[in-house]
């Protein structure tokens, strides 16, 4: 499973907004989102490529930092 630093998240509006973009991508993702450590974890099929990218076209920095 992904998990992503993402800079900038920290509010439910946040989350939604992230959490959107990536389902836009892969609607069967299961993501989990966590604002005080801003990380996201995501099940999905795609590449972590895929999934960084949909979170920086939502507007945010990211990083992955792990799997």
Do not use: Q, R
Request: glycine content about 6%; overall charge negative.
């Amino acid at each position: 499973m992904p998990i992503f630093s993402v800079n900038g998240m920290s509010c439910g509006h946040c989350t939604k907004t992230i959490t959107n973009a990536i389902l836009a991508v892969d609607p069967s993702a299961k993501v989990e989102t966590d604002i005080p450590s801003k990380t996201v974890k995501v099940s999905s099929d795609k590449s972590i490529e895929v999934l960084s990218s949909a979170i920086s076209e939502a507007g945010y920095e990211v990083t992955a930092t792990g799997s």
